[in-house]
């Protein structure tokens, strides 16, 4: 007779231990494509020249980059009694192409009033995040400083609106690098005849449009 006991032990004699089973392995993808997206962000999209007082007799100069705050004598050039200077507007691109950056206006420096009234602007790079790159065309390299070249990627130095139908430059290049390089900013420039009429809210608008490359 055999007990159960001794029939566990002559199963366990009999029949091996699994220790693995047979494996099979294969391969797969993600796939997807990425679209060109262009876009532009505008921050703090208005320069305030705040309360301006020409000089009697001759008008002043006031620029929205300058960190002067006094009477302007004609021969320099300051910012506003009430201004917050520096003042600009901030551009950015935001899509994933580079873009060419150009500015239209609703007119020139009529909107001031007076006896010849003008009206400038300026762009530079964002002094954290520099995004008009061109290091073939720029002087020096890499900093877009160029000042007269047609060929430059940047438009730096003053350039005067005189009219509402070209694209004005700011800039050919602007790159795209997830917010560490990708951006511009607007300075401006006018100029205050002495005999422009009193009023607040004066206003020029600007059209920035960022168009792929």
Do not use: H
């Not at 290091?135 to 990627?153: M, V």
Request: charged share 10%; with cysteine.
């Amino acid at each position: 007779m055999l007990s159960l006991n001794r029939l566990n032990e002559l199963k366990v004699s009999f029949l091996p231990a699994i220790t693995g089973a047979p494996t099979a392995t294969g391969t797969g993808r993600v796939n997807l494509s990425v679209t060109g997206t262009t876009a532009i962000s505008v921050t703090d999209d208005i320069i305030k020249f705040g309360a301006c007082t020409p000089v009697p007799g001759a008008g002043s100069y006031f620029s929205s980059n300058s960190t002067l705050n006094a009477i302007d004598n004609t021969t320099g050039v300051y910012n506003c009694s009430t201004m917050m200077a520096p003042d600009n507007i901030t551009v950015r691109n935001v899509g994933n192409v580079v873009v060419n950056l150009t500015l239209t206006f609703g007119g020139n420096g009529s909107f001031i009033g007076g006896n010849t009234p003008r009206m400038w602007y300026t762009t530079y790079n964002e002094p954290t995040r520099p995004g008009c790159i061109n290091t073939t065309e720029c002087d020096p390299p890499g900093n877009c400083g160029c000042n007269t070249a047609a060929n430059c990627s940047f438009q730096n130095a003053w350039n005067e609106v005189t009219t509402t139908t070209p694209l004005y430059k700011a800039c050919n290049n602007l790159t795209m690098s997830g917010g560490a390089n990708d951006g511009i900013i607007i300075y401006a420039r006018v100029f205050v005849p002495y005999d422009a009429p009193t009023g607040n809210d004066k206003t020029q608008s600007m059209t920035i449009t960022g168009t792929s490359t």
